[in-house]
């Protein structure tokens, strides 16, 4: 590249859990600047957990997203490589910091794909199916790790 790569920008953490992840949440669940209503939801939604899961795991619900959170994060993906005329679906290990974003970006969209009353409803549903290891955003993580282990023998071609 041809530029400096661009200074990661820092982010401050909620007021409520002191947390830099759950901002950085909030920050994806956000739409056109509503910051307020992205933490009442994602708040709302960790209530729900609360009441439904929380208190039988003996976890608290912040902990039960972060686990949630780990369990759709994919380790490897697969990424397209043009070999001599022919493309191959080439398996890369991810980057940390990609690995958050894809956990938190897939949670967020199968959240609303859900059919529910409200945003909460359907957030803190997707966080328990992905604390069970079920849910659409599971599945998600799952179909890539199983793509990159199917297209193994291309491995070679990493760059």
């Keep these: 590249m041809r530029k400096a790569k661009p200074k990661k920008r820092i982010l401050l953490p909620d007021p409520k859990f002191n947390d830099v992840?759950?901002?950085?949440?909030?920050?994806?669940?956000?739409i056109d600047g509503k910051k307020t209503i992205a933490f009442n939801i994602?708040?709302?939604?960790?209530e729900i957990v609360d009441e439904k899961l929380a208190k039988k795991e003996e976890k608290s619900a912040l902990e039960v997203w972060k686990q949630a959170l780990e369990n759709i994060t994919p380790q490897v993906e697969v990424k397209s490589r043009r070999v001599g005329g022919a493309t191959f679906q080439v398996p890369m290990e991810i980057k940390?910091?990609?690995?958050?974003?894809?956990s938190v970006k897939n949670?967020?969209?199968y959240a609303r794909?859900?059919?529910?009353?409200d945003m909460a409803d359907k957030l803190a549903a997707e966080i328990m199916a992905a604390y069970k290891c079920e849910g659409a955003?599971?599945?998600?993580?799952e179909d890539t790790h199983r793509m990159a282990e199917a297209n193994r023998a291309f491995a070679h071609f990493r760059f």
């Design 21 to 30: 992840l759950v901002t950085r949440f909030v920050n994806d669940l956000m």
């Design 42 to 46: 994602f708040y709302s939604a960790l």
């Design 96 to 102: 940390p910091a990609r690995k958050i974003a894809i």
């Design 107 to 109: 949670m967020i969209l």
């Design 113 to 117: 794909k859900r059919s529910g009353r």
């Design 137 to 141: 955003a599971f599945k998600k993580k």
